[in-house]
């Protein structure tokens, strides 16, 4: 990670996979599944904007907060486990002068990880600091970024103060609080779970700050 020897950007893979399959793949755009009702034949999957349709099978691949399992196995509560941790994502101007490597810095219940790869122009930034519930999830922009602010104000990094600036000049912001799926069993049926809407923690809980 640190030594930056590959970069794919998110979503770069995601149009590579797009292009290399929309000719056997039918994609649904501007719309998310509103329903889902087993019978014996399939599964009838109902949506918010487009006809209900019928499938043989249902695999919810769509992340931690997958809908295919909100509506199949139970709500958000009962399957997620906060891990402490929230925080933020973002590109910026390569104004560390990073070069195929990046830094970890962390201080009292705060870190900053920081990495350029892709080229020496731009760098990735993951502000991640301690909070009690993935409730920030929920929060509109304006108010992620005032948390970010608060939480790294006593930050004791020189450049910590400029991040939060840079944070908010982002096209590219993205917030998210580190949490694990548990549950008892990733299938029902003819609906079953991959990836993280199945298994995986976010990964800010890879560098999660150190509790005091």
Do not use: C
């Not at 399939?42 to 992340?63: C, K, M, P």
């Not at 997620?80 to 973002?90: A, E, V």
């Amino acid at each position: 990670m640190f030594a930056g020897e590959l970069e794919v950007p998110k979503q770069a893979l995601t149009r590579i996979l797009h292009r290399i399959t929309a000719d056997d793949v039918e994609y649904v755009f501007d719309d998310s599944i509103a329903a889902l009702t087993q019978h014996d034949a399939g599964v009838r999957v109902e949506f918010e904007r487009g006809a209900a349709r019928e499938f043989g099978l249902v695999l919810g691949a769509d992340g931690l907060y997958s809908k295919v399992r909100q509506l199949a196995f139970g709500p958000h509560a009962d399957a997620l486990r906060h891990l402490g941790l929230s925080g933020t994502g973002f590109t910026t101007a390569n104004f560390l002068g990073l070069d195929h490597t990046g830094l970890l810095q962390q201080g009292k219940g705060t870190a900053v990880y920081a990495f350029s790869a892709a080229g020496k122009e731009r760098m990735a930034v993951g502000l991640s600091f301690e909070t009690d519930s993935p409730a920030l999830d929920r929060l509109g922009r304006e108010e992620q970024e005032q948390a970010v602010r608060d939480a790294f104000a006593g930050h004791g990094w020189e450049m910590a103060p400029r991040l939060p600036a840079a944070m908010s000049a982002a096209d590219d912001f993205h917030f998210s609080s580190s949490a694990q799926v548990r549950l008892g069993t990733w299938s029902h049926g003819r609906i079953a779970l991959v990836g993280d809407a199945a298994t995986a923690p976010r990964p800010p809980a890879a560098w999660a700050p150190r509790r005091p």
